[in-house]
Nanobody
Framework: QVLLVESGGGLVQAGGSLRLSCAAS????????MGWFRQAPGKEREFVAA????????LYADSVKGRFTISRGNIKNTVYLQMNSLKPEDAAVYYC???????????????????WGQGTQVTVSS
């Protein structure tokens, strides 16, 4: 079982920035395609960003394009989400997710992901 541990959430003013981190606990020889999703109270979980196993390809939700950047860290199976120009509507619990080691592509659908973190809260004050 792969454990994903997120960190970096918190309270920020509108227009500010946060960087979320996610690390996979399992030591492997491969790289997981990974993604970020978020869920606000009363809403369904929605896609935010994803990155392929190599890091060469990324996907973004239209609502965060140009403001958020997903990247892979130097430590294997670590991924970051840099969030700039935050808006009150970005407030949510953010979840890190990883796909199977058998695939390489970035995907935007929750059902494409096999492993999920516990979530980290992002609050944006107006």
């Amino acid at each position: 079982q792969v454990l994903l541990v997120e960190s970096g959430g918190g309270l920020v003013q509108a227009g500010g920035s946060l960087r979320l981190s996610c690390a996979a606990s399992e030591r492997t020889t491969g790289y997981y395609p990974m993604g970020w999703f978020r869920q606000a109270p009363g809403k369904e979980r929605e896609f935010v960003a994803a990155i392929s196993s190599s890091g060469a390809n990324t996907l973004y939700a239209d609502s965060v394009k140009g403001r958020f950047t997903i990247s892979r860290g130097n430590i294997k199976n670590t991924v970051y989400l840099q969030m700039n120009s935050l808006k009150p509507e970005d407030a949510a619990v953010y979840y890190c997710a990883a796909r199977s080691l058998l695939v390489v592509a970035a995907k935007s659908t929750p059902s494409d992901y096999s492993y999920w973190g516990q979530g980290t809260q992002v609050t944006v004050s107006s």
